[in-house]
């Protein structure tokens, strides 16, 4: 089956007692025995729901895996692949990266004796540099968060196998729609659910994806363990999203081309960047690798943080606000709001500016959203 069809129907039969379509909410923290040790397929709403059963096989699906693994946020679905390691592993990740990662392996991991070192993951030969005796996994994301950069997976693959560690994809921005780490050869997939593959700004979660049995089990474990699991009205919800993500995923692309095409030309912009553009340094790789370039838009504006003060207070359509993927568009400051705890010299370092503006494109009617960047934009003039 299609993608389209899988997105409607996998893990998502018609409920076998009533006929329902949809796959009902299982609002239950617990399940009834036929006798002492004798547990029906599900005993304890944390360990396993059907609601959340069918949000992980649709998920391992529309990313061709064989176990999908739904958590409470994008940060619990991390943690769960970090604990895969122990003190003393090493850790290799793309240095452009969600703020909210890096405050994790930095305050939280690295105090348990992991340590992390970050490499540019565009270039595939620093990525196999950076790599020591210790290292067992690879982070990277693609496209980046926030300077879309893109990293070539199929040559990562290939540093992380010959070096016997995992890599792991963060396929928030692009979505399984547009793009499919699995296929490329990673052996982890992660997402903020909350994004795109919920859609509509209205729940929290996490997901993994996995097809190998010997980093499933573990997995499993911790999720059960640890219990960051989703609530049940969390996981309808992202089902729900889910059954419209191809159109939706068609709708923010169409939106975010036209709009970086008028981006690039406007005289108030250094850069742009978006994958989708014949300007981006990446943008064959982006067309080998992904079937569409995503919602996702970053821009230096000239003129530093006052310029972009001047261009969010002009703003009438795009909301000012953390978050990205929903059907209405958005846009953030990274600096101070999503890498604020990326230490300041740090995001010079890693090309995040005092001019950088982050849009989250929405499917709102492309001429409304034009004509509200363009009025922004006239006030930093």
């Not at 005993?43 to 729901?49: F, H, L, P, V």
């Not at 890693?350 to 950088?356: D, E, S, V, Y």
Request: with cysteine.
């Amino acid at each position: 089956m299609r993608f389209e069809t899988r997105a409607i129907h996998d893990g998502q039969p018609s409920d076998p007692v009533t006929g329902a379509v949809m796959t009902p909410v299982y609002q239950t923290s617990t399940f009834q025995q036929d006798g002492i040790g004798k547990p029906r397929a599900y005993e304890y709403s944390r360990s396993g729901n059907p609601t959340r059963a069918a949000l992980e096989a649709a998920l391992a699906s529309l990313e061709s895996g064989k176990y999908g693994l739904a958590f409470a946020s994008g940060v619990a679905a991390t943690t769960a692949v970090f604990n895969l390691l122990g003190p003393g592993d090493h850790v290799v990740a793309g240095e452009d990266l969600y703020g909210g990662t890096y405050r994790l392996l930095e305050k939280v991991f690295r105090r348990w004796g992991m340590e992390t070192t970050y490499v540019n993951a565009a270039h595939p030969d620093q990525v196999a540099a950076a790599f020591t005796d210790r290292t067992r996994l690879l982070w990277v994301e693609t496209p980046t968060n926030p300077l879309l950069k893109l990293a070539d997976l199929r040559a990562l693959a290939d540093v992380a196998r010959t070096r016997k560690a995992w890599l792991a994809v963060d396929n928030t921005f692009a979505s399984p729609y547009f793009q499919r780490p699995l296929e490329l050869g990673a052996h982890i997939v992660v997402h903020s659910t909350t994004k795109y593959l919920g859609g509509h700004s209205d729940v929290i979660g996490g997901a993994v994806v996995v097809s190998d049995d010997e980093l499933y089990r573990p997995l499993n474990t911790y999720q059960n363990t640890a219990g960051a699991v989703p609530g049940l009205w969390d996981c309808w919800l992202v089902l729900r999203g889910l059954k419209t993500l191809a159109v939706r995923m068609q709708a923010h692309e169409q939106n975010a081309l036209r709009l970086a095409r008028f981006l690039e030309k406007h005289p108030a912009i250094e850069r742009v960047y978006y994958p989708g553009l014949p300007a981006h340094p990446q943008h064959e790789l982006a067309k080998r690798q992904m079937s569409g370039f995503g919602g996702m838009i970053s821009f230096d504006l000239k003129g530093g943080f006052p310029a972009v003060e001047r261009f969010v207070g002009g703003l009438k359509l795009f909301l000012l606000a953390e978050s990205l993927g929903g059907v209405e568009s958005l846009a953030c400051y990274p600096p101070k709001m999503t890498h604020s705890s990326i230490p300041p010299s740090e995001r010079r370092r890693r090309g995040i500016g005092a001019g950088l503006v982050r849009l989250s494109v929405g499917i709102e009617h492309v001429d409304d959203l034009e004509q509200d960047l363009r009025q922004a934009l006239n006030t930093c003039a």
